[in-house]
């Protein structure tokens, strides 16, 4: 194993125990002797989105995509930055160049989902969700919530419902599934009465 190569091993190591910052130095001192390390440009970029550091990580993945650019993940991961710096357009442009790349990327569906859903185009998340629950890898309850406050947005509170409830199958004691299940209830009773009084 080169040096550089050594260097980026241990900023993964670092980085999978908590040690964020000196991670991060590892992957810059690969950097120093390799420029064109593509795996030390994208685990620095993954390790500063954990800093919630989302302009540095989006350059990382920029210098990633500059070398190769043919890694779906990388753009997943360029337009996770871009959507946590409320570029939402522009998240979604990286979601639809790591599809074109390869349709079956698991992380995708998700992280176009919320994207849309910033966006309030509540029916493409929902689709996008969708989709995401057919892999079987995928965070389930995650999408459930994310689904049933889509469907909420759309006032369709019996389906969010249904939503939490799933999620809640997958993780009993997920908050924000209780949380948002709680507030569907008290729309859809709101609702209940407003045409009983109607």
């Known amino acids: 194993m080169r040096e550089y190569e050594e260097w980026?091993?241990?900023?993964?190591?670092?980085?999978?125990?908590?040690?964020?910052e000196e991670a991060i130095s590892c992957y810059d001192r690969a950097l120093e002797l390799e420029p064109e390390c593509i795996d030390a440009w994208y685990n620095k970029g993954d390790t500063l989105?954990?800093?919630?550091?989302?302009?540095?990580?989006?350059?990382?993945?920029?210098?990633?995509?500059?070398?190769?650019?043919?890694?779906?993940?990388?753009?997943?991961?360029?337009?996770?930055a871009l959507y946590e710096l409320g570029m939402y357009e522009k998240a979604l442009v990286c979601y639809y160049e790591s599809l074109k790349i390869n349709p079956h990327n698991t992380l995708v569906p998700i992280n176009?989902?919320?994207?849309l859903l910033e966006l309030g185009r509540y029916e493409e998340a929902i689709a996008c969700y969708d989709e995401g629950l057919k892999f079987d890898d995928a965070e389930h309850?995650?999408?459930?919530?994310?689904?049933?406050?889509?469907?909420?947005?759309?006032?369709?509170?019996?389906?969010?419902?249904?939503?939490?409830?799933?999620?809640?199958?997958?993780?009993p004691d997920?908050?924000?599934?209780l949380e948002e299940k709680r507030k569907a209830l008290e729309m859809l009773n709101n609702d209940k009465k407003a045409k009983t009084a109607g």
């Open 8 to 20: 980026c091993a241990t900023g993964s190591m670092l980085s999978e125990i908590g040690m964020l």
């Open 49 to 80: 989105l954990g800093l919630e550091d989302y302009f540095n990580a989006l350059s990382c993945f920029d210098k990633a995509l500059e070398l190769d650019p043919t890694d779906d993940d990388v753009w997943v991961y360029k337009g996770y």
């Open 112 to 115: 176009k989902g919320n994207a």
């Open 141 to 171: 309850s995650y999408l459930w919530v994310c689904k049933g406050i889509a469907s909420s947005r759309l006032k369709r509170y019996q389906e969010a419902i249904t939503c939490y409830d799933n999620a809640l199958k997958f993780q």
């Open 174 to 177: 997920l908050e924000r599934a």
